[in-house]
């Protein structure tokens, strides 16, 4: 196990496992091809191509920036991380972007509490469009709860005028999506 130390913040990439025994566990760690390693939210807090410890450049000749990312999921090799640092400053730019993700992201994941305090505005912020749809794929949270046949997302969204006839990137209804999947709750509560 490395004892390697986040080049921005100093501190250890590893933090102690639970047990006496057993070994710690790495948490985010971003190693740049010159091997200097970074916490993914400081290399994210401090977007540059150079190395702050080594001043090189980790690009490859291609000109992207592929690194190898550790965490508690194991080891990812070749990781473009010069992709995730253009979509963080394009959202920091854009918040409201930035909220409509994540709203999305809610309802995917079968958060429909959370991605109800979006929708309502809560925290001051302006209340996220229930309407809006991925960016990549045209998909509205309705379709993604109508796939995920999470029948309380769909009252939920239906609730807050998500629009029944959206049509995704393949010219799919929510409820064309519920049915092609048999999402028989869903589809149900989409007739």
Known sequence: ??????????????????????PSEVIDDVELPCRHHYHWQCILDHPSSICSSCGADARNPDGKLLVTVRNEGGVTEDYDLGAELEE???????????????FLALVEQGDADAAEGLLRGDEGEEPVDVNVA????????LHM?????????????????????????????????????????AASLLV
Do not use: W
């Open 1 to 22: 196990m490395s004892t390697e130390k986040c080049c921005v913040c100093l501190e250890s990439l590893t933090v102690p496992s639970d047990s006496d025994e057993g």
């Open 88 to 102: 963080e400053a394009f959202l920091a730019g854009h918040p409201h972007i930035r909220r409509a993700e994540a």
């Open 134 to 141: 991925r960016r990549n794929s045209k998909q509205t949270a």
């Open 145 to 185: 709860a109508a796939y995920n046949n999470d029948g309380d997302a769909v009252q939920l969204l239906l609730r807050y005028g998500a629009d029944r006839k959206a049509l995704d990137d393949s010219g799919q209804t929510p409820l064309e999506c519920a049915l092609e999947v048999k999402a028989d709750i």
